[in-house]
């Protein structure tokens, strides 16, 4: 396998800060570790957090929920 090349390099950082900034957004805003964005660019890994985050109960909207009934 040939070395990779600026090009290539550089090309892997935009596609990986495309993917992983607006994740990095998501998970704060929804009360989790923003670091799990990181967890989006592993193949296969990363449609299991989707899920999760999909059907897991957000930490941010149990606040909103206890705030409100008080």
Same mark, same amino acid.
């Given at each position: ?36 964005? !990181? ?13 999760? !985050? ?17």
């Amino acid at each position: 396998m040939e070395n990779l090349g600026v090009f290539e390099l550089l090309l892997i950082l935009v596609v990986g800060g495309i993917i992983v900034i607006p994740f990095w957004k998501i998970f704060s805003k929804a009360g989790f570790p923003a670091i799990m964005s !990181l967890l989006m660019i592993i193949p296969f890994l990363n449609i299991i957090v989707l899920f999760y !985050l999909g059907f897991a109960e957000w930490p941010n909207l149990k606040k909103s929920k206890t705030e409100n009934a008080a």
